[in-house]
């Protein structure tokens, strides 16, 4: 049986270890709902986030809806939980079967770049590109640049994308295609760039653990600066759209170290976890939150530094009385 996620609750948790006291969970903080699911049902997802502050210090924000067609949406929110979309990226303008996780972030010349996760028509493989441009309102029309193009074997989504102002770095979800039928099983690799567009791969990072309730797979999907993280991950191919949210840390100094799992379960039922530092301390997450019907929502939480410290975080359910635009 799948695990169940209900409206009207916090995510699941698992009781905080040393290891997670001071971890951005969901949970923590007060839960609102940024994008409501875009219909009943299975399949039917907001979700897959990545944020950004704005120049202006106004909130931005890109994920991925599931409907009838995919699309990414590019919104904009002055109080972190109401937020008004500015463009939206579909996956025939994309050339793309389905869409899946963006990523949103700022070159060092101050424009905005949008790495996005298309799937090849006809076929079981993805591949990544980029759309720059000045402003939010102007990413849709921008040419879109493939990054990373994956091959026969590998299909590539889901990219996380941090740059410090001199060096890019990317992990990125892998879905091995030589097995037909399995192409479900996940694992996350590392990469280096001077400008974000041509990548050096330094290779795998991230993977599931046999026997455990991630030895499906491994998607990493935030990283913090003191190089712990956490990821998505599942036990079987059965559980594939109800991953669970894992910790892990770099087991070594080096940026292109392997990833090892800090806890021995699950930390919250959900996926995507996108964790952004406030320049006020604390911070503000989204993730991807299941419903009983199996629709998804996008939800956020405003996490305080003195939150973040507590052993048993306040259980406030979300509420859906927060409107998208």
């Keep these: 049986m799948m695990p169940d996620m209900d409206a009207n609750r916090p995510p699941a948790r698992q009781p905080r270890t040393s290891a997670a006291c001071d971890f951005p969970l969901p949970g923590t903080g007060c839960a609102t709902v940024a994008a409501a699911a875009p219909g009943p049902g ?51 303008s994309l050339g793309a079967a389905m869409v899946e996780r963006p990523a949103l972030v700022r070159t060092p010349a101050g424009t905005l770049r949008l790495y ?83 990548w050096r791969a330094h290779g795998t990072v991230l993977t599931g653990r046999p026997g455990a309730w991630d030895a499906r797979g491994a998607r990493l999907t935030s990283v913090l600066p003191d190089g712990r993280a956490c990821y998505d991950g599942r036990a079987s191919a059965e559980e594939n759209w109800f991953e669970r949210t894992g910790l892990a840390s770099q087991d070594g100094t080096a940026s292109a170290s392997r990833f090892a799992a800090l806890e021995e379960e699950p930390v919250a039922d959900v996926r995507y976890l996108d964790i952004l530092p406030l320049p006020e301390g604390g911070h503000r997450i989204f993730y991807e939150a299941r419903l009983p019907d199996e629709s998804h929502d996008l939800r956020t939480e405003l996490i305080a530094a003195s939150d973040e410290s507590t052993t048993e975080p306040v259980r406030t359910a979300a509420r859906r009385t927060t409107k998208h635009r």
């Design 42 to 92: 299975p399949q039917r997802w907001a979700g897959a986030p990545s944020s950004l502050i704005g120049t202006d210090g106004s909130l931005l924000l890109a994920y991925r809806v599931r409907a009838e067609k995919d699309y990414n949406v590019l919104a904009r929110s002055t109080d972190g939980s109401t937020f008004t979309t500015l463009g939206v990226l579909t996956c025939d």
């Design 116 to 198: 996005v996760s298309c799937a090849t028509p006809g076929t079981k493989h993805w591949w990544i590109g980029a759309l720059e441009a000045p402003s939010l309102e102007e990413l849709p029309a921008a040419p879109l640049r493939p990054v990373f193009e994956g091959d026969r074997h590998t299909a590539v989504k889901d990219p996380v994308i941090r740059n410090d102002g001199g060096r890019w770095e990317a992990w990125l979800c892998c879905h091995p295609l030589d097995e037909p039928g399995e192409e479900d099983r996940m694992f996350t690799t590392y990469a280096t760039s001077d400008d974000g567009l041509r």
